[in-house]
């Protein structure tokens, strides 16, 4: 079964950048969909980006052109690139296939603020 380790969050300030990383175990990973979501203290988790096996991406309307989703199979690991970030963009960032068909990892918390 494949497990996922998030990493990478933090404290930043308006403006500033993150780059998140989500580590997998099984090869089965560079097969599928990822996706990043992330879930904001009293609200549903919500998909942030997705990336395809092939490299093809998809972004919500809330973070197109601030963020970016990348993936090594090599390593087995998803990135994303967060800048310009934003207070709204306070959450705790998980990764996981589409469909959520894996476990989900502890996650990695990103808190924006001055």
């Known amino acids: 079964q494949v497990q996922l380790v998030e990493s990478g969050g933090g404290l930043v300030q308006p403006g500033g950048s993150l780059r998140l990383s989500c580590a997998a175990s099984?090869?089965?990973?560079?097969?599928?969909?990822i996706a990043w979501y992330r879930q904001a203290s009293g609200k549903q988790r919500e998909l942030v980006a997705q990336?395809?096996?092939?490299?093809?991406?998809n972004y919500a309307d809330s973070v197109k052109g601030r963020f970016a989703i990348s993936r090594d199979n090599v390593k087995n690991t998803v990135y994303l690139q967060m800048n310009s970030l934003k207070s709204e963009d306070t959450a705790v960032y998980y990764c996981?296939?589409?469909?959520?068909?894996?476990?989900w990892g502890q996650g990695t918390q990103v808190t924006v603020s001055s």
């Open positions: 990336i395809s096996s092939g490299g093809n991406t």
């Open positions: 099984g090869s089965i990973f560079r097969f599928y969909t």
């Open positions: 996981n296939a589409m469909g959520s068909i894996w476990p």
